[in-house]
């Protein structure tokens, strides 16, 4: 991984010494291009000590295609152009800024280009060769591959000239290139709002919030680099990438938190370990206090030096205090006496253009720049499947309002809609500030004693999601099954938010069985191969949902494997972030109401794991939305324990605007009713009777 083992393209210089240009010779080398600035632009140039214009070797065309030309330079050529003569084209355009193994076969009658070992483009010479040079086609020997001339901004790895074809496939794997990457599933505590841009709190100390983020340094082929090397976090500015500078008499701008220490990011680089290097990192400097700029993490390793393929940026971040009202939606509420809910009379939030804000449905982050996850101990604006389904069943009705966004990840315990400020927004409270703010005083606190601190109980509250993960682990060690539950209770209380409670209550059995998982998986090792990690999961899986319901697919692994990061050899942190994804979403399935869904054949409910974008996608065909009505289930991602969202399904549709959306099914009532002994209706019944959905849709898994 030495710095001497990359180089820039216009130093590339590949020699031809004995080798006549009739002879068969291949070419390999990887290939990292950024974007270029203008186009056409020429790779690598065909050079003769005795011919004054060079002839093209390989050419990025005006539609980032690669082009390869024959070995040819004539001293009696009649070309104007050298596009007219015969060459292979790429099939696709050339990808930038990343790695890409190039392959050129070049012989007397055919041209083969590969990209990482594949055939992609190819010429046959035989008859082209002669029309286009003209019958005086007097060629002349090759001796120089060039990139001196190149105007492309471009780095080259393990280049190498062979004499004979048949190389390529294996100089393809023989020494790939590294590149620094940000592992977005490692990503906690931030909020990605509806334009792409991360949100995330900080500014003074006392509100700023801790945010991890891992980096991985691996080759092409996904296999972490074992040679030691540190990575360095720096805040700069989203639109020049220059550092943000350092406030006089004022913290760093980035901090990074060691054993509960904060250093300024530049001190603390963090060390790669097994290809990977985990960051815990806050933002001292508010974007309002930098002309509303946004900002970005970058990442580089500067012992390495300074190449684009060991440096990373994160996506444009907006810095805000924990206050700021864009937590809440931009969209402005206001009173309207057309706006009644049916139950109490009271008024409805009425949006600007006069839409009603119905209590079913919490508004997309596409309408909004509002943040995806709405924090704990905000007002209640509608109505979870808890009081709707329940109390709509107790009273013989047949309609359910159930749905919230998961864009919106707000959680509603009441049909009253808050009232709004006089500003005309909304401001939604954070989980992290004062106890003030919650709807419970601490007077409303139970007289007996729990085993659990109240200390602790408000540690939880004000923790973010990967403390309250390392919180758990810690309690489900010692404390008994109806300690967590009281606890899960008490959090509720303090917070605001009963959403919690189902979480706190599974993470005994969570711990516990994923600590068993594991010891008979790995046999007591550090590391255990994916294969039999496989295996070993399809077991437990099946366990877990009782094996009355289908097991885990190749697709659904792959999914798993992508949410945790696994490789080939799979350590026990990748496995404990797979556990926390998978438990949950088999606690759901192993439900009697939920389990039909999962085990229906005809129809297919849920077709196995899939990502948000394969959802998309299978409601396009031929780039053209499906009916509206048409929806797929599936489970998030993005939420893993001890979040409150884990193990929910998630409805994307296509709405009657023509627009895909992603509406989080709450199963809380579920929790709730199987506590109380209330019977359950099944959730297709209560997913037909939504005015929205219409009919179910197809996956359509890529290949």
């Known amino acids: 991984m030495g710095v001497q083992d990359y180089s820039f393209l216009r130093d590339l210089q590949v020699e031809f010494k004995n080798y006549e240009v009739t002879n068969k010779f291949s070419l390999c080398f990887w290939l990292y291009l950024n974007e270029p600035s203008t186009l056409?632009?020429?790779?690598?140039?065909?050079?003769?000590?005795?011919?004054?214009?060079?002839?093209?070797?390989?050419?990025?065309?005006?539609?980032?295609?690669?082009?390869?030309?024959?070995?040819?330079?004539?001293?009696?050529?009649?070309?104007?152009?050298?596009?007219?003569?015969?060459?292979?084209?790429?099939?696709?355009?050339?990808?930038?800024?990343?790695?890409?193994?190039?392959?050129?076969?070049?012989?007397q009658d055919l041209l083969h280009l590969y990209f990482d070992g594949k055939i992609v483009g190819e010429k046959c010479l035989t008859s082209s060769l002669s029309n286009d040079m003209g019958s005086d086609n007097s060629r002349i020997s090759l001796t120089c591959i060039s990139g001196k001339n190149s105007q492309l901004d471009g780095y080259v790895h393990s280049s190498e000239l062979f004499p004979m074809l048949s190389t390529i496939e294996n100089h393809y794997?023989?020494?790939?290139?590294?590149?620094?990457?940000?592992?977005?599933?490692?990503?906690?505590?931030?909020?990605?709002d509806s334009d792409g841009v991360w949100s995330i709190v900080g500014g003074k100390a006392s509100c700023r919030r801790n945010f991890d983020i891992d980096v991985t340094l691996m080759d092409n082929f996904s296999r972490p680099m074992t040679e030691e090397a540190e990575v360095v976090a720096s805040l700069v500015y989203s639109d020049d990438n220059t550092l943000v500078e350092k406030p006089v008499d004022a913290d760093a701008a980035l901090l990074t938190s060691y054993d509960g220490i904060e250093y300024a990011s530049s001190d603390r680089p963090s060390k790669v370990i097994s290809g990977r290097a985990s960051f815990k990192l806050k933002i001292s400097q508010l974007s309002s206090k930098c002309d509303n700029r946004l900002f970005r993490i970058r990442f580089d390793i500067p012992r390495l030096g300074k190449y684009p393929f060991l440096e990373v940026f994160s996506r444009p971040i907006r810095c805000i205090s924990r206050n700021r009202s864009t937590r809440a939606t931009s969209l402005m509420l206001k009173k309207s006496s057309l706006g009644?809910?049916?139950?109490?009379?009271?008024?409805?939030?009425?949006?600007?253009?006069?839409?009603?804000?119905?209590?079913?449905?919490?508004?997309?982050?596409?309408?909004?720049?509002?943040?995806?996850?709405?924090?704990?101990?905000?007002?209640?604006?509608?109505?979870?499947?808890?009081?709707?389904?329940?109390?709509?069943?107790?009273?013989?009705?047949?309609?359910?309002?159930?749905?919230?966004?998961?864009?919106?990840?707000?959680?509603?315990?009441?049909?009253?809609?808050?009232?709004?400020?006089?500003?005309?927004a909304e401001n939604f409270s954070s989980d992290s500030e004062n106890s003030e703010t919650t709807n419970s005083p601490v007077d409303d606190l139970p007289s007996n004693r729990d085993p659990i601190s109240d200390m602790v109980v408000f540690k939880y509250c004000l923790a973010d999601l990967n403390e309250r993960r390392l919180l758990l682990k810690e309690m489900a060690m010692t404390a008994k099954e109806e300690e967590l539950v009281t606890f899960a209770e008490r959090v509720s209380l303090f917070s605001g938010c009963s959403h919690h409670r189902h979480q706190i209550s599974i993470s005994k059995r969570l711990i516990e069985e994923g600590i068993n998982c594991w010891n008979l998986i790995s046999n007591y090792n550090h590391h255990v191969p994916w294969e039999n990690l496989v295996s070993g999961l399809q077991e437990h899986f099946l366990k877990m949902t009782f094996g009355r319901i289908r097991s885990l697919t190749h697709q659904d692994f792959n999914l798993l494997r992508r949410v945790s990061g696994c490789q080939d050899l799979v350590s026990q942190d990748n496995f404990e972030k797979l556990w926390c994804w998978l438990y949950p979403v088999a606690f759901t399935l192993s439900q009697q109401c939920i389990s039909s869904l999962w085990g229906s054949t005809s129809p297919v409910w849920i077709e196995?794991?899939?990502?948000?974008?394969?959802?998309?996608?299978?409601?396009?065909?031929?780039?053209?939305?499906?009916?509206?009505?048409?929806?797929?289930?599936?489970?998030?991602?993005?939420?893993?324990?001890?979040?409150?969202?884990?193990?929910?399904?998630?409805?994307?549709?296509?709405?009657?605007?023509?627009?895909?959306?992603?509406?989080?099914?709450?199963?809380?009532?579920?929790?709730?009713?199987?506590?109380?002994?209330?019977?359950?209706?099944?959730?297709?019944?209560?997913?037909l009777e939504q005015p929205e959905l219409r009919r179910l849709g197809r996956i359509v898994r890529s290949l």
């Open 608 to 687: 196995g794991f899939i990502t948000k974008e394969e959802a998309e996608s299978s409601l396009t065909i031929l780039g053209a939305l499906q009916e509206p009505g048409t929806y797929i289930l599936r489970f998030p991602t993005s939420r893993s324990w001890p979040h409150p969202d884990a193990g929910n399904l998630v409805v994307t549709y296509v709405g009657s605007d023509y627009a895909i959306h992603h509406r989080l099914i709450s199963l809380e009532f579920i929790y709730s009713s199987g506590v109380k002994g209330t019977t359950i209706r099944p959730i297709q019944d209560m997913l």
């Open 173 to 192: 794997v023989k020494d790939p290139p590294v590149q620094l990457s940000i592992d977005s599933s490692s990503a906690y505590e931030i909020e990605e």
């Open 340 to 424: 009644i809910h049916l139950l109490n009379g009271s008024q409805s939030p009425v949006l600007d253009d006069g839409s009603y804000d119905r209590p079913c449905i919490v508004r997309e982050a596409k309408q909004s720049p509002s943040s995806k996850r709405v924090k704990l101990g905000q007002e209640k604006l509608c109505a979870n499947f808890k009081d709707d389904f329940v109390l709509k069943q107790a009273n013989g009705g047949s309609r359910s309002h159930s749905w919230t966004s998961e864009d919106n990840h707000a959680h509603q315990n009441s049909l009253v809609a808050r009232p709004v400020s006089h500003g005309g």
């Open 40 to 107: 056409p632009s020429t790779i690598l140039y065909q050079e003769h000590p005795d011919v004054t214009s060079h002839a093209p070797f390989l050419l990025l065309d005006d539609r980032k295609k690669i082009l390869l030309f024959p070995s040819l330079i004539s001293s009696h050529s009649n070309i104007t152009s050298w596009r007219e003569v015969a060459h292979a084209v790429s099939e696709s355009e050339f990808p930038t800024k990343k790695w890409v193994h190039v392959g050129c076969e070049v012989t």
